[in-house]
Nanobody, 123 residues
Framework: QLQLVESGGRLVQTGGSLRLSCAAS????????MAWFRQAPGKEREFVAW????????YYADSVKGRFTISRNNVKRIVDLQMNSLKPEDTAVYFC????????????????WGQGTQVTVSS
């Protein structure tokens, strides 16, 4: 059972940067595809980025490509999301998730979720 705890969310101005972090409790962390999703009020949960078990391959939603960077450290069992050039439309609760080895952008394919961390970007 993979337990995930996110941190780092806060209020930030447009154009600012934030680094979200997700800590995993289980030693099998390195077996999982890890991803970040986000959910804005009244909207469905949407994919942000994933990273393969080795960290060798990453993939991003078009809306964040070039601004966000996902990374992981399998020894420390953490996955981070560096967010730069933030926009008001990035405002959402951000969720860390662990899923199958096969890369996917579908939330339903992910088995493990954190509780979320709020990111608010003021205009």
């Amino acid at each position: 059972q993979l337990q995930l705890v996110e941190s780092g969310g806060r209020l930030v101005q447009t154009g600012g940067s934030l680094r979200l972090s997700c800590a995993a409790s289980d030693g099998s962390f390195s077996r999982y595809l890890m991803a970040w999703f986000r959910q804005a009020p009244g909207k469905e949960r949407e994919f942000v980025a994933w990273i393969t078990w080795s960290g060798g391959t990453t993939y991003y939603a078009d809306s964040v490509k070039g601004r966000f960077t996902i990374s992981r450290n399998n020894v420390k069992r953490i996955v981070d999301l560096q967010m730069n050039s933030l926009k008001p439309e990035d405002t959402a609760v951000y969720f860390c998730s662990g899923g199958p080895l096969t890369p996917t952008t579908w939330a339903s394919d992910f088995d493990y979720w954190g509780q979320g961390t709020q990111v608010t970007v003021s205009s």
